[in-house]
Nanobody
Framework: VQLQASGGGLVQAGGSLRLSCAASGRTSSTYVTGWFRQVTGKEREFVAS????????RVADSVKGRFTISRDNTKNTLYLQMNNLKPEDTAVYYCAVGSRRYGTVLPTKQTSYDYWGQGTLVTVSS
């Protein structure tokens, strides 16, 4: 599976961006897709995830109410709508795909995901 993330950029605090992640290759076994972010010198952290089939979602508390994850199965594309952005949202955002199931709870650990995109930089100025 290959993932291509896009949509990052520079935005002022309070602004919005929408990230996209196009998946190609053997996507038929995809169970869950997600977004993570990483600031230089810090660990990559979970942002949001969505099951590819029934669209169940899980969102980190730090972005709940501001970020929305969605997917378009017909286009094999994952999205992250980010509203009311804050300077602390500045990071490189990565999309990821996982094929394993962990009961009904969507995974938040990096090790639960099998394929990763290259990352797209989001910079929020104050």
């Amino acid at each position: 599976v290959q993932l291509q993330a896009s949509g990052g950029g520079l935005v002022q605090a309070g602004g919005s961006l929408r990230l996209s992640c196009a998946a190609s290759g053997r996507t038929s076994s995809t169970y869950v897709t997600g977004w993570f972010r990483q600031v230089t010198g810090k660990e990559r952290e979970f942002v949001a995830s969505i099951t590819w089939g029934d669209g169940r979602t899980r969102v980190a508390d730090s972005v709940k109410g501001r970020f929305t994850i969605s997917r378009d199965n017909t286009k094999n594309t994952l999205y992250l709508q980010m509203n009311n952005l804050k300077p602390e949202d500045t990071a490189v955002y990565y999309c990821a795909v996982g094929s394993r199931r962990y009961g009904t709870v969507l995974p938040t650990k990096q090790t639960s995901y099998d394929y990763w995109g290259q990352g797209t930089l989001v910079t929020v100025s104050s």
